[in-house]
């Protein structure tokens, strides 16, 4: 084990929980669709806005956080999950609203440094 920050969580969600996450994400999505919509009821994300989601996992809230701060907004999702950014990103490339030429919202996705703190949201 490692003294590294966050480094059992960067071991669990990059192992077997990242890869079981991926698999069953359908099923999760649908479960956890509910508590998204009322953490995005409570933020009430305004178009412009930018959004920094921690934690963003296979980029289900990214996506909808995107869609709310429309074009002219921007949202960075971030996770210490490689399989579920690559998920992420599948995910947004495969998006009506995120995937397509046309100006429109699209989350950038990136993997922080475990040590690095949540303030390095670019722009
Ligand atoms: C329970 S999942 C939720 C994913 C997503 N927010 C959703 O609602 O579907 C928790 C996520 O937090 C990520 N995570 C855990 N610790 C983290 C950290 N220190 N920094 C960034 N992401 C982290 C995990 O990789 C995982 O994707």
Sequence with gaps: MSDAPNANQAAFWNDAAGRT??????????????LGRRGMAALAPAGGERVLDIGCGAGATSLALAEAVGPRGEVLGV?????????????????????????????????????TPPSHVSG
């Design 79 to 115: 996770d210490i999950s490689a399989p579920l950014l690559d998920a992420a990103r599948r995910a947004r490339a495969g998006s009506p609203t995120c995937g397509s030429p046309r100006p429109t919202p699209r989350p950038t996705l990136s993997r922080p440094a475990p040590s």
């Design 21 to 34: 996450w991926v698999e069953a994400q359908d099923p999760l999505d649908r479960q956890l669709e509910p």
